[in-house]
């Protein structure tokens, strides 16, 4: 295996400072382990751009809102060493969360406006918690790109705004949503789900579909768009639906009339298991 496994962020920096003195690009790639296809594009599109690769895998406590939740994430740290080594990854960081939060914290980044509505409305202090440890991971490493997926759009501007605003030195680059065949996007919290429950998730992406062909086709009215959408997921009486809005792309607030691209994003709940989608929507 040629990927090293570092867990310390002073070992972390004192390598990577080598690396950049040679002047090697730096890619990082956030996760939280459990890696699937997604990532990899993600792991595979940073050693396209850079010269060395860095994904953290660390399940960061403070951007969870239920413990339980936080306890049941999956992990899986050497199934996801032998993944990021196949995919041609350099140094995977992967620290204890004493490592990250030796002290209890006390400082937090916190984005107003576009962590208002979609996941920011159900889930209290997660974009906060999310833009912490993002903005951490970029002090230490310190890469010149970083890569997120158009899945968790909202997250995604999140730290497009954090950066910017912030004067962060990091280029933020975006890769499209992976898709099963069925067009299920795919997410680690997928392998939670029973064969009956990935069967009935896929009405999550039929519904996102409609809509998008909807507005393709231009209507332009988001209420009619929600309604039909909506109606879609209630074919399946076991998925409860948390919202399912339209936004606009960069501030992530709902639109009132469809005039140009949107997003229709979409957290639902299957069981004990929350999925969340998005798609990109022009008006034809």
């Known amino acids: 295996m040629n990927v090293q496994l570092v867990p310390s962020a002073a070992e972390l920096r004192a390598r990577l400072s080598s690396i950049r003195q040679a002047g090697v690009t730096i890619g990082l790639v956030p996760t939280m382990g459990a890696l699937h296809a997604g990532h990899g594009r993600l792991i595979e599109q940073a050693r396209q751009e850079s010269g060395c690769v860095v994904v953290s895998i660390f399940v960061n406590p403070i951007q969870f809102d239920q413990k339980d939740d936080y306890a049941r994430y999956p992990r899986a740290l050497s199934g996801d060493l032998e993944f990021c080594d196949s995919r041609g990854a350099g140094i995977v960081f992967a620290p204890a969360v004493e490592e ?58 999140v730290i497009r705004h954090m950066v ?5 030195p990091v280029t933020i680059v975006e890769a499209p949503t992976v898709r099963e065949a069925d067009g299920l996007a795919l997410s680690s919290r997928n392998q939670r789900l029973s064969p009956d429950q990935r ?14 062909k909807r507005i393709a086709g231009g209507v332009s009215f988001p209420d009619q768009i929600k309604q039909e959408a909506l109606a879609v997921l209630g074919q399946q009486p076991q998925l409860r639906v948390e919202y399912l809005e339209i936004v606009d792309p960069e501030e992530m607030q709902p639109v009132a009339h469809i005039a140009g691209p949107v997003r229709v994003a979409a ?17 034809g």
Not at 106 to 129: I, K
Not at 199 to 212: C, V, W
């Open 100 to 157: 990250m939060y030796p002290h209890p914290q006390r400082t937090f980044v916190e984005v107003t406006g576009v962590t208002e509505h979609l996941c920011g409305r159900s889930r209290p202090g997660h974009f906060r918690g999310v833009a912490t440890v993002v903005l951490k991971l970029f002090n230490i490493v310190q890469p010149d790109r970083a890569y997120f997926g158009e899945k968790d759009a909202q997250q995604l501007a």
């Open 164 to 168: 910017r605003e912030l004067n962060v």
């Open 199 to 212: 069967r009935i998730a896929t009405q999550l992406f039929q519904a996102l579909q409609l809509a998008e």
């Open 267 to 283: 957290a639902v709940w299957v069981g004990s298991t929350r999925l969340i989608d998005n798609v990109l929507c022009r008006p």
